[in-house]
């Protein structure tokens, strides 16, 4: 048997000889406060406790007392454990709360980028009607880049609108209609059709612009589904 054998030997006949000790001085313990109870109870339940007369109490305090060893493997076991699991505890937590930050920056990135890439379908559509408005530029007027992409989007439905009443329905009192088709191709609305671009000259001019201009997504040809749906700037393949 080595030196570590011995040590652990010794180690475990010092955890039992303490784990005896605290149990035969817990077990008298107990008993004592039973004894003072039953001496000092009240006779009726619902009554004040009968106070412990000074007397009692130092004799009762006269008895033995155990008091721990300055190297109790006991209390040191149990302090190494706590400091253990609060240790694994706080590690969990951090990486708990650094997983959902990432998670959080995460979605926020997504999401900005995502609203640039409507920014963006917003201002190739707007730039690209204006030129193949029979050769006519709109009037819109230059709108300056905005700080934030909140106030950028706002703009861009903003020059939408103007797109709407002052280059597509110039001859109408009424754009309403054109607008909302507009904001439904837009936002890749999946079941805008071609009946949709009916009804009026505004839409069916609206409609001959986005052929005429390829802006129309060829999968979604009117013959095959009468869906129609704009075209995917992002992809890289626009042939």
């Given at each position: 048997m080595d030196a570590g054998d011995e040590g652990a030997n010794d180690y475990v006949n010092a955890l039992?000889?303490?784990?005896?000790?605290?149990?035969?001085?817990?077990?008298?313990?107990?008993?004592?406060?039973r004894k003072l109870r039953r001496k000092f109870?009240?006779?009726?339940?619902?009554?004040k406790p009968v106070a412990v007369d000074k007397e009692t109490?130092?004799?009762?305090?006269?008895?033995?007392?155990?008091?721990?060893?300055?190297?109790?493997?006991?209390?040191?076991?149990?302090?190494?454990?706590?400091?253990?699991?609060?240790?694994?505890?706080?590690?969990d937590w951090a990486e708990l709360v650094s997983g959902s930050e990432l998670d959080?920056?995460?979605?926020?990135?997504?999401?900005?980028n995502s609203q640039r890439s409507v920014n963006k379908d917003l201002e190739t559509l707007i730039r690209l009607l204006e030129h193949g408005?029979?050769?006519?530029?709109?009037?819109?007027?230059?709108?300056?880049?905005?700080?934030?992409?909140?106030?950028?989007?706002?703009?861009?439905?903003?020059?939408?609108?103007?797109l709407c009443s002052e280059v597509l329905c110039r001859d109408s009192e009424d754009p309403t209609e054109v607008e909302g088709v507009l904001k439904r191709l837009v936002q890749y609305?999946?079941?805008?059709?071609?009946?949709?671009?009916?009804?009026?000259?505004?839409l069916e001019r609206l409609y001959r612009l986005l052929l005429r201009a390829n802006l129309l997504d060829p999968e979604f040809s009117p013959s095959s589904s009468g869906h129609v749906r704009l075209l995917d700037f992002n992809d890289d393949d626009l042939s």
């Open positions: 039992e000889t303490q784990l005896e000790n605290k149990t035969v001085f817990l077990k008298q313990s107990q008993e004592s406060l109870k009240a006779d009726n339940a619902d009554a109490w130092k004799a009762f305090m006269k008895k033995p007392m155990m008091f721990v060893e300055k190297s109790d493997p006991i209390g040191l076991s149990l302090t190494d454990s706590s400091v253990r699991m609060r240790n694994e505890t706080s590690r959080y920056k995460r979605g926020l990135e997504e999401m900005i408005d029979e050769g006519q530029e709109g009037s819109l007027e230059h709108i300056p880049v905005a700080a934030t992409l909140s106030d950028k989007n706002a703009s861009l439905w903003a020059s939408l609108s103007k609305d999946a079941v805008l059709s071609v009946s949709d671009f009916s009804g009026t000259p505004e």
